[in-house]
């Protein structure tokens, strides 16, 4: 595997330093040493994450006056507006300061928690990501969006707070079991419908390999997958634009999260479902078919989980409420070609209805 | 009095708009108007004053798709993460959206609370402040700064948000009790100390006909005290440096009322004591005789509540657990003379264990 390569994303704050791939933590040492130095450091995480590279990170934190480790419960579970105010009076009672340093690490779900925790805390603190999970790494650690969810809407209730650091480590993708590396590859393949179609052959083509325990060619698929990401965020902080392109799969498969029951049907499974159907919607506005069908044949090969029998109109009222939703009605983002993608505001509910049901049909009847 | 002032504070995400005095409200109109127009309206408020406000504002937002109102507890007693996240989950069920508009109608607790949720909904919604206490007019509702309060420390779990507009509209000032108009002047003094000798000539002159009801002078004094706030707030949005200044009688301030249980002591007559406390340490620095006793002498004569009898060495804890405390120490706000004050971060904490110990028996045992 190659060497880490760094990133750059400058935002309206300052900067994130990104260090993604084999050797991604040795090249931070330095570094994340004077970052923590004479300082309080929080390392919020969960127990079986913990277990595997709590150590590991610890020992890279020697600099620091203190560390105090502080765990979530693991998954959507631990995303809540309680855990977020238990984290911050452990960190009151633990002597956390404005100048404390706080770093997550783990999944998608830790890094959310903990960095909404960092943001709120003392009106918010320097945090930094060390994400342990594939979809982690290429997604949800880069671009600063914290948050916990609401029992009627997921992500409902957060905060931009950009780290100050992202170390995605590739050792950490090792211990991952191989579902938690398909749920992440929804993310990678959705990266490269959106703006990289070199991504999305090399993927038709090591699909299979990607999935083997300890591939090779996970770690170039993720520095491509992230620095995707990457160039987004930095183009468009606050998703006035075209960070919204970063929501292709995630209309629909937040809404058949939310409707299943958080933590009932997997993010990445969800997104699947979700790219499926911006094909569908993508088709009568000019998606070719040829493209249409290697999207469907990649995110077939994925294996999105089978749904569970979901009333449309319930799907759309939790589509409405989404917090990407706006007053003037729902946004999608649809596949122009493999490589390219547009957000689309006018859709006809009345068709949306209509594409959605025989979808849903599609989906839970025959496969 | 005259007509309302209007001032621009410009920070980085753009520009808030203050209007001060007699006829903000009218000054507002058209703005205001526009801002709602079409889009879902929240406004935030307690029973107490939603019944003497709440429909003269609610007229205002005629051009609103729906208005919304939501209520919180008076006081600190509303300032809870549960609060938020129940007016959070009031927004998801009522239909809240990312480009809704929240407005606070209230005191400084209320725009607290209620900021924080705009803050935090959806990540961030537009806002506007409403204050209708005096000390909400001159101080908490310019700056952004928003939050709640831990059990175990005020104000410590936030964001900074800042409003869209602050409408300080004098009329709501006619309906408050002597009490919280005693309250707020307390801040009215302290912006006085830190940056304008005239405005404290001026209260020295009229203090006992600012506390009558319907004060003619009350308008301009808080013009003349938010104008300072905004002031510092524009030169230093985050707090790094010249905003510390309007922490003056806020590091005992804070810690006395945590101490005392929040919502037992009044946060003017906290930061009053605060400000004589700052008076002692700063003598020693070179402050002269002749101001420390006019400063005595104002502070005084609004009459801080009597302290409860404080452990010392608590309300040390207390004071380095508070936010605006640092892993390298606490940091004073001392006057240099009636006009201007200096932020001191090596005061030997000997020195303000003995004159803190000396400080609380003159307030408990001799007053």
Redesign the interface.
């Known amino acids: 595997m190659p060497d880490a390569r760094q990133f750059d994303l400058v935002h309206?704050r300052g900067l994130t330093r990104i260090w993604i791939g084999a050797d991604a933590l040795d090249r931070s040492r330095a570094e994340l040493s004077d970052w923590v130095r004479?300082?309080?450091a929080f390392v919020i995480s969960s127990a079986p994450v913990r277990e595997l590279h709590g150590e590991w990170l610890e020992r890279e934190l020697s600099a620091a006056?203190a560390v105090t480790a502080l765990d979530v419960a693991d998954g959507e579970a631990g995303k809540t507006?309680d855990t977020?105010?238990r984290l911050?009076?452990e960190m009151?009672?633990a002597?956390g300061?404005?100048?404390?340093r706080l770093l997550t690490l783990g999944g998608g779900s830790v890094g959310d928690v903990g960095g909404f925790a960092a943001?709120?805390?003392?009106?918010?603190i320097e945090y930094a990501h060390v994400p342990t999970t594939l979809l982690a790494q290429v997604d949800a650690s880069i671009g600063g969006?914290t948050?916990v969810n609401?029992?009627?809407?997921k992500?409902?209730?957060?905060?931009?707070h950009q780290p100050r650091f992202v170390i995605a480590d590739a050792r950490t993708l090792s211990t991952l079991p191989r579902e938690l590396i398909r749920q992440g590859l929804f993310e990678v393949v959705k990266a490269a419908i959106l703006a990289d179609s070199a991504l999305f052959d090399l993927l038709e083509v090591r699909l299979r390999e990607l999935l083997e325990p300890e591939s090779e060619s996970l770690g170039s698929v993720v520095e491509a997958a992230a620095a995707i990401k990457i160039a987004v965020v930095s183009a468009d902080e606050r998703e006035a634009d075209r960070r919204r392109l970063l929501n292709l799969g995630h209309t629909l498969g937040h809404a058949l999260e939310t409707c299943a029951g958080h933590g009932a049907l997997a993010h990445g499974d969800a997104v699947g479902h979700g790219m499926l159907f911006a094909v569908e919607l993508a088709l009568p506005r000019g998606l070719r078919d040829r493209d249409a069908q290697r999207i469907r044949a990649l995110v077939g090969r994925l294996a999105p989980a089978r749904l569970p029998s979901f009333d449309p109109d319930s799907l759309i009222r939790a589509m409405?409420?989404d917090?990407?939703?706006?007053?003037?009605g729902l946004s999608w983002v649809l596949p122009l070609r493999v490589g390219a993608a547009e957000v689309v505001d006018d859709l006809d509910p009345a068709l949306i209805g209509e594409l959605l049901a025989s979808f849903l049909t599609g989906f839970v009847e025959s496969r």
Chains 1, 2 share one sequence.
């Open positions: 309206d004479g300082r309080r006056s507006l977020m105010g911050a009076r009151v009672a002597g300061k404005r100048d404390s943001a709120c805390f003392l009106r918010g969006k948050g609401l029992p009627e809407a992500n409902s209730v957060g905060a931009f409405s409420r917090k990407k939703a706006r007053e003037t």
